[in-house]
């Protein structure tokens, strides 16, 4: 199926690694031009030497509104118009309500919801300029379903979802869409960092998951590259789980 991808120049962020490179590498399979964005510039340039020729980076930390406007002023000098966005900032630190200072909300607050915020913004403009503009938040099976020691990601995460269901009533007339997806456990370092080393919790999670173990990133990525593309053109104001069956909710 071609997704009709070809040529298009779709901005990921914080896409050295993870989830957003997923996403990164399946674009550029769709023979898709795209921009990554991250905090490191060693671990940038590896992930671009692995993506290739269409790939380009720039160092940008999107917890912070002076880097994202660095990032679309790249992005603008380098194209008159952007055809997707994927807003991705990983996830905020773990930890309960007692373990947690208003440092760490505000931290929090900065990285997930107003990321997605000055994301949003900046590039909208260039966004309307694309025949087939799309926006997809990357958020978490949090939005649905509280997990525990994440009261961050659990409170702060449904804010980009109402966010993107209001946006897509605003700019949806105008020719954006927009859509959000909810990652189960994907093996990344982040998963990694939330189960620990003990196999015994990693078995655990994975038979709570009716495939029976966790999702790759290359199979994330194939699903977030299919939503951005013009083949998803009439999926607009979705939330999609991505988690292999563990969310057993009706809604």
Known sequence: MDLGLKDKTILVTAASRGLGFGVAEALVQEEANVVICGRTEESLREAVSKLGKRAEYVVADVSRHDDIKTLISFIEN???????????AGGPSPGVFSSLSDKDWEAAFELTLMSAVRLTRESLHLLKKSESPSILYNTSISV???IDNLLLSNAIRPGVIGMMRTLASEIGPEGV???AVCPGYIYTARVEQLIG???SVKESVESSIPLGRMGRPDEFGATCAFLLSPAASYIHG???LID???YRGMM
């Open 78 to 88: 380098k194209t008159p118009k952007l055809d997707g966005l994927f807003v991705n």
């Open 144 to 146: 649905k379903e509280p």
């Open 177 to 179: 869409r927009v859509n």
């Open 197 to 199: 080393s003990d196999t």
């Open 238 to 240: 979705a939330l999609l």
């Open 244 to 246: 292999g069956g563990l």
